[in-house]
């Protein structure tokens, strides 16, 4: 069974250009977390979906951030425009529906922002 | 807010000895408690979790162990091997289900 997928692994970009990533969630898996992780800490939450509806997405910095579920299976992290305090790995992970579930993590996203 | 701390931020054991890192939470309400190791530049992953019904989970040589009234919670190594060396990463389940993490533990196990 394949974990979940992100793309690109690594991305350079200089600031107030814009950025995407993108998540394959676990086949079957309803609900989808954005998190960023800084540099020595641990990943903090940025969005999550159940289905296509995005649950809980107070941690997301709405005037430069967006995210979309469209079909309720891929998903897309969008920044724009990038500032230099927005390098960090940006985590997709992934879960059965309902409370309690195990959480899987992709490879993340190394965003570098020059 | 909600919050979790771990301790300590590093800990460096010989191969063999065993690793204990602990962690508290602020959320009483919290009920799901998993432990994430994440190698250099790679995924974080569930090596084990304890739910609040339980005190104790064991796993081979890694157990968790869990105490409601003081908010923390513990992982333990033991027989601990050089392929353990990773940062390790507690967290609590907050309402709305979300995931609060904690800083994390570098763990250096030398030969």
């Known amino acids: 069974e394949a974990g979940v997928v992100q793309s690109p692994r690594y991305k350079i970009i200089e600031k107030k250009q814009p950025v995407a990533f993108w998540c394959n969630p676990i086949?079957?898996?309803?609900?989808l977390y954005w998190y960023r992780q800084n540099l020595g800490q641990g990943p903090e939450l940025l969005i999550r979906?159940?289905?296509?509806?995005?649950?809980?997405d107070s941690q997301l910095p709405k005037d430069r951030f967006s995210a979309e579920r469209l079909k309720g299976v891929d998903s897309t992290l969008k920044i724009q425009p990038a500032e230099l305090g927005d390098s960090a790995v940006y985590l997709c992970?992934?879960?059965?529906?309902?409370?309690?579930?195990?959480?899987?993590f992709g490879p993340g996203t190394r965003l570098t922002v020059t | 807010g909600e919050n979790v701390e771990q301790h300590p931020s590093t800990l460096s054991v010989q191969e063999g000895d065993s690793a204990v890192i602990k962690c508290t939470y602020s959320?009483?309400?919290?009920?799901?408690f998993p432990w994430y190791k994440q190698e250099l530049g790679k995924r974080p992953q569930l090596i084990i979790d304890?739910?609040?019904?339980?005190g104790e989970k064991k796993d081979q040589r890694i157990a968790v162990t869990l105490n409601k009234t003081a908010k923390h919670f513990s992982l333990h190594i033991t027989e601990t091997q050089p392929e353990d060396s990773a940062v390790y990463f507690c967290?609590?389940?907050?309402?709305?289900?979300?995931?609060?993490f904690g800083q994390g533990t570098e763990l250096s196990v030398k030969p």
């Open positions: 967290a609590a389940h907050a309402q709305g289900g979300k995931l609060i």
């Open positions: 304890i739910r609040s019904n339980v």
């Open positions: 992970a992934s879960s059965l529906s309902g409370q309690l579930m195990e959480q899987y």
């Open positions: 979906y159940e289905n296509e509806e995005a649950v809980d």
């Open positions: 086949s079957g898996h309803n609900t």
């Open positions: 959320d009483s309400a919290s009920n799901y």
